[in-house]
């Protein structure tokens, strides 16, 4: 189909997430993609310097992934997971448990992001419902996301997003990201909340709030937050969506927290963007609340294409590259480099605030702009007329480029986000 066909096709039936359609302009085709670049129809490259949402963290079309997902169609493409398993989940099963968190022991496959929180925040109510007791609030970080479904909407503190929606929500209590400056602060009032509220779950983005422009938390102060919600009974729940599979530095950015969670959500790169598919992990403990005679205790939630053979294959290669020595020295190296190039920016009159954590790179603009404005998209113009594709977030302009990202290309890149600052 040609370039033009695609557009008039696109137009007529099409409605893009996030998007204005009618101040919006058309959306940019893209051919193929391959490596860490995506092509248009007239053969032009561009750097994917956000891994297509935080996906594609292994590049496109990456020869393992794909091998796994042709070997495992010929085989077995689904079947109801209802009652049925089959190799590639196990074998998926394995490899998760081997890298997450030692307090992790149960997986409970689902779909998208939206749908693994959905899942985490049932499994908090009915754990406490099992047990006797109604505890029907939830606590949350300000500015959080947690995706668009209506339990993860309400989750969610960012009212671009929400707005239309906020009636309908789940009672949640937001308190501030935890620092060293307010901890103390902090947890005085949640022994309040506490004392106050039947609180059911705490959940939280460790480390990095994505969608609120990739603003950093303090491990240690929200370390202590989750230990008191645990005195207290209260499941944690750690949307690791964004920041899981190696983005902060580390497998799981909740390895850099002293405290875990009792429940964990992930998606994203789990597939290496190949496929959808996420996974909200628990303990033993909270596992042991549904087990019984009764099948009313069980946890009814269900989606069709839960545990997808193809997914789970997928995955499991996803494993493989993740824990291989080359990932591991690239992240390490995209790391690194990542820190250097933050101290540039700092140091920059137009930067008001460079920071950076594992392969994630980020620098607020010394202007106001809407989140969503048209100075936004002339930015995102800017760098696509130079080979780079990135969304910024208001005056934010941030990167997470694929684990598979040469020297050459960082360098590249970073070059690149300079001379947006001294020229734009």
């Given amino acids: 189909m040609r370039e033009e066909q695609i557009k008039a096709l696109d137009q007529a039936h099409v409605w893009h997430p996030l998007t204005q359609h009618k101040t919006a302009g058309n959306p940019l085709p893209i051919e193929r993609a391959q490596g860490n670049y995506l092509y248009d129809f007239e053969n032009k490259a561009y750097f994917d310097a956000i891994s297509s949402w935080y996906t594609c963290s292994y590049g496109h079309v990456n020869p393992a992934l794909t091998k796994s997902l042709k070997d495992q169609v010929d085989k077995l493409h689904h079947v109801v997971f209802a009652g049925m398993t089959h190799e590639p989940v196990a074998r998926l099963s394995k490899s998760l448990i081997n890298i997450l968190p030692d307090n992790q022991e149960k997986l409970f496959f689902s779909e998208n992001g939206s ?33 668009d479904t209506f339990g993860a909407m309400s989750a969610s503190g960012l009212s671009v ?6 009636d309908f929500f789940i009672e949640v209590i937001r308190i501030p990201a935890p620092t060293e400056n307010n901890v103390e602060q902090i947890l005085n009032s949640l022994e309040s909340l506490i004392e106050n509220n039947r609180i059911s779950s705490f959940i939280y983005e460790p480390l990095v709030q ?20 645990k005195q ?15 983005k902060t530095g580390t497998y799981f950015a909740s390895d850099q927290i002293d405290q875990k969670p009792d429940i964990m959500c992930l998606s994203k790169a789990l597939t290496g963007g190949i496929m959808p598919m996420a996974i ?51 992240i390490d190296y995209i790391t690194k480099k990542n820190l250097e190039f933050k101290h540039v920016l700092s140091s920059h009159p137009r930067v008001s605030n460079a920071r950076s954590k594992g392969v994630i ?40 480029p694929p684990f598979t990202t040469s020297p ?17």
């Fill in 232 to 246: 207290q009974g209260i499941i944690t729940i750690a949307d690791e969506v964004m920041t899981g599979f190696g």
């Fill in 161 to 166: 997003y929400n707005g239309p929606f906020e």
């Fill in 361 to 400: 790179l980020a620098m607020d603009l010394s202007i106001n702009m809407e989140r969503y404005g048209n100075q936004r998209d002339k930015m995102f113009k800017w760098f696509w007329d130079r080979g780079v594709f990135l969304r910024p977030l208001g005056n934010t302009i941030y990167i997470v």
């Fill in 115 to 147: 749908t693994s929180v959905e899942i985490a925040l049932k499994m908090a109510f009915q754990f406490h419902f099992n047990q006797g007791e109604k505890r029907n609030v939830v606590i949350a970080l300000e500015n959080g996301f947690h995706g």
């Fill in 210 to 229: 994505g969608a609120a422009a990739m603003q950093l938390n303090d491990a240690a102060a929200l370390s202590q937050v989750i230990e008191l919600c």
């Fill in 408 to 424: 050459e290309q960082l360098k590249s890149l970073h070059e690149t986000m300079l001379q947006f600052l001294n020229e734009f």
């Fill in 280 to 330: 909200t992990t628990c303990t033993q403990q909270v596992f042991d609340a549904f087990y019984d005679d009764e099948m009313a205790r069980g946890l009814f939630h269900g989606h069709t294409y839960s545990g997808n053979p193809l997914g789970c294959a997928v995955a499991a290669a996803a494993m493989d590259q993740l824990t291989s020595n080359s990932i591991q020295q690239n």
